[in-house]
């Protein structure tokens, strides 16, 4: 397995734009294990509604799933901040279902940081509709 390492937003949080370019780059390559690094080792991950995860080995394996379920996905960065202790970004992501058709929402993250890397990750989306019958 290929060992991965990812960049950590700075104390100061002046890379935000380009770290959370670079996480949401590896989730839209569907390369979880280039995601992972971003974590720390007990991170905690709630997508939406969906239950939570804790710890990367779980992380991975809802992500996996998740990504595995759907052909494509694509975020675009509106605006990107990072206050003390915490990263967050707002924009648009569209999910390219397995039949093609598409579903285009807001979304917003939350990330609490420890040392750099996201220790609680935090997905605010409305994709109820992702598995409605198209």
Do not use: K
């Not at 002046?14 to 080792?41: C, H, I, K, Q, Y």
């Not at 967050?88 to 929402?105: E, K, M, N, P, W």
Request: one cysteine or more; proline letters at 6%.
């Amino acid at each position: 397995m290929t060992v991965h390492a990812a960049p950590v937003l700075s104390a100061s949080g002046d890379n935000v734009g380009a770290w959370m370019s670079a996480l949401l780059a590896a989730v839209d390559a569907r390369d979880t294990p280039r995601f992972l690094p971003f974590l720390t080792e007990d991170a905690a991950f709630r997508f939406a509604n969906h239950p939570p995860a804790t710890g990367r080995a779980e992380v991975g394996a809802a992500v996996s799933a998740f990504l595995g379920s759907i052909r494509e996905v694509r975020h675009e960065i509106d605006h990107a901040w990072a206050p003390a202790g915490h990263a967050i970004c707002q924009g648009t992501v569209t999910y390219t279902r397995v039949d093609g058709s598409t579903l285009t929402v807001p979304f917003a993250n939350v990330f609490a940081m420890r040392d750099g890397r996201i220790r609680d990750y935090r997905i605010y989306v409305d994709a109820s509709a992702l598995y409605a019958p198209t």
